[in-house]
């Protein structure tokens, strides 16, 4: 494996190093893949995003210029392609929708599970309903609060990202944010225990819906990063808007409940599918040069 900084790195893969441009794809691989995940909630979607996305990244290397940080730059590639990406069915959903789903759920006589499986199966429901709710957002307000609130990027950073101005962004970003503190507000259990819904409730309605099957939980056993990665802490950023001290620890909590998912791993499969790109000669970059 190639050694060096990032950008060390960089540079070298851009001129042909494949060892270089193996070290890149996984310096980036666990970001763009959670990126992925956020914006498409559904981990096999998000492999194929990834995937497609780290092609992308390599084979426009040689376009870097250095303007803005490397990882800036990747999350531009990033989120243009996930903007760009056909909608799948799970985008279809709303708030509405959803509060209704949830409903029924609690009031479904539907079998749930064994009370050894309880806490790990309502773990996946929660896991899929923070995720529905992000999915009940259009993409452009769903990708401002993804970056903001969980990549962690400052707002300049963000509307870079985005290629707008950071007031635009600011703006996106409180309307996300509206959007969601009103249906956790009434809605969830997690955010107002006065509230009745819980995720073991749902267990049962989520099965009988087929929504997943018994021990076949893709979120709740997600592999996830091992502890002592360098990472960007996920912030709260205010932008300067005023609120109340209430207001913002009522934000604060919603924000603390949709950002409960893990540090999701990028799939072991998809790490031996870059390396296999990588070490063939599909792409031009890579190819060793003509004597």
């Not at 981990?43 to 940080?69: C, H, K, N, W, Y």
């Not at 076949?216 to 990472?231: K, S």
């Not at 009522?250 to 070490?279: C, F, S």
């Amino acid at each position: 494996m190639s050694t060096g900084t990032l950008e060390e790195q960089v540079k070298a893969a851009a001129a042909g190093d494949r060892d270089a441009a193996e070290a890149v794809l996984a310096a980036l691989r666990g970001e763009v893949y959670r990126l992925s995940l956020r914006m498409l909630g559904h981990p096999a979607d998000a492999e194929d995003a990834t995937q497609e996305i780290l092609v992308l990244v390599l084979t426009r290397l040689a376009s870097f210029r250095g303007e803005s940080a490397f990882r800036t730059w990747v999350f531009r590639v990033a989120v243009s392609h996930l903007l760009r990406r056909k909608r799948g069915q799970r985008e279809t959903l709303t708030f509405d929708t959803l509060g209704e789903r949830l409903q029924s759920g609690l009031e479904s006589d539907a079998p749930g599970v064994p009370e050894a499986e309880t806490e790990l199966h309502a773990r996946e429901i929660r896991l899929r309903c923070t995720s529905g709710m992000l999915l009940c957002l259009d993409r452009e307000l769903r990708v401002a609060w993804v970056l903001g609130e969980i990549v962690g990027l400052s707002g300049e950073e963000a509307a870079s990202v985005l290629e707008i101005e950071p007031p635009a962004f600011r703006k996106r970003l409180s309307r996300a944010r509206g959007l969601l503190f009103a249906f956790l507000r009434r809605q969830c259990g997690l955010y107002d225990e006065s509230l009745p819904c819980r995720c073991s409730r749902q267990i049962g309605a989520a099965l009988q819906r087929g929504l997943f099957r018994r021990g076949e939980l893709p979120l709740a056993c997600h592999p996830v990063e091992q502890e002592g990665v360098d990472r960007r802490p996920p912030r709260l950023t205010p932008d300067g808007i005023e609120r109340s001290v209430e207001e913002v620890a009522a934000l604060q909590k919603a924000a603390e409940v949709l950002r409960g998912h893990p540090d999701y791993a990028a799939p072991e499969a998809l790490t031996a599918r870059l390396r296999r790109l990588i070490h063939s000669d599909e792409l031009e970059l890579l190819r060793p040069s003509p004597r």
